[in-house]
């Protein structure tokens, strides 16, 4: 595939990994990259299923990704990973708000299936789970948190042999401190303390990950995704065991490997 002022390339294990010198470049170089994997799957077969992280660190892909040309959205089926539980309808934290402002509203999928946190949340895990398992997941668009979650799997509610397919979840600490960081939170009073979640083993289910992350506060999570032990401590190091996941970081958050 072809990317965009990549300055260094290597791969851990199974995991591609693509180095950038800023934001920009990384999201369009991912951008392209899903683009691609899009169209090539939709002259293959009739729809194509995604799922989307919604987070300030996958701004730059969703935008670059808006801008790609020739991509027939109306066979594209959309999902999104994570879901606050607690807050009103109508309030702009919300993953799905999110997503649809920043690229829903903008590509019009031909379907779009969000969690919905204001039904009862067992009912709702078991509700998107079937919409999810209904078949295979072609493209997931993923982060990592400053905590190496993927997804709401922090450390502590991690588990990569999980029998759920979407699944209530205590948030962390370190999580929820990471809300306010980006900005999306003004206290972290007002970040929601628990949330629904794809689960691990739903999440490598994926045919193709693109997993993007950016940021100096990224760092250590980096670090350790690419360099620790592959267990729960740090969730995304099981991206090192994907056959198909290619990490996308800039400078700032590849930083920290330098001396690896």
């Not at 594209?76 to 109508?90: A, I, R």
């Not at 204001?118 to 209904?134: A, H, S, V």
């Not at 397919?165 to 999580?175: G, Q, S, W, Y």
Request: glycine share 4%; proline share 5%; hydrophobic share 40%.
């Amino acid at each position: 595939m072809k990317t965009s002022n990549v300055i260094l390339m290597k791969q851990v294990e199974h995991l591609n990994v693509q180095v950038f010198a800023n934001r920009e470049d990384m999201g369009t170089s991912a951008a392209i990259d899903v683009a691609s994997t899009i169209k090539e799957l939709l002259s293959k077969k009739a729809r194509v299923r995604m799922v989307f992280a919604a987070a300030p660190s996958q701004i730059e892909l969703l935008k670059s990704l808006i801008a790609e040309p020739e991509i027939d959205w109306k066979r594209v089926t959309v999902f999104h990973m994570d879901e606050y539980l607690g807050l009103s309808p109508n309030a702009s934290q919300r993953f799905g708000s999110f997503l649809m402002e920043h690229l829903f509203e903008h590509v019009k999928p031909g379907e779009v299936f969000l969690i919905d946190s204001t039904n009862k949340p067992e009912d709702e895990c078991r509700r998107y789970g079937k919409l999810i398992n209904q078949e295979p997941i072609d493209i997931i668009c993923l982060g990592i948190g400053e905590n190496g979650h993927i997804a709401f799997n922090d450390p502590p509610v991690a588990d990569f042999q999980d029998k759920e397919v979407a699944k209530i979840v205590e948030l962390d600490e370190v999580c929820r401190w990471q809300q306010v960081n980006d900005g999306c939170f003004q206290q972290f009073e007002d970040v929601p303390t628990h949330a629904i979640t794809l689960t691990i083993p739903t999440i490598l289910s994926g045919a193709n990950l693109f997993c993007v992350v950016p940021g100096k506060t990224k760092q250590k999570a980096i670090k350790e995704t690419l360099t620790e032990t592959i267990t729960t401590n740090c969730p995304a190091t099981i991206l090192r065991r994907h056959p198909n996941c290619t990490l996308y970081v800039d400078s700032e958050a590849y930083h920290g490997c330098l001396d690896v």
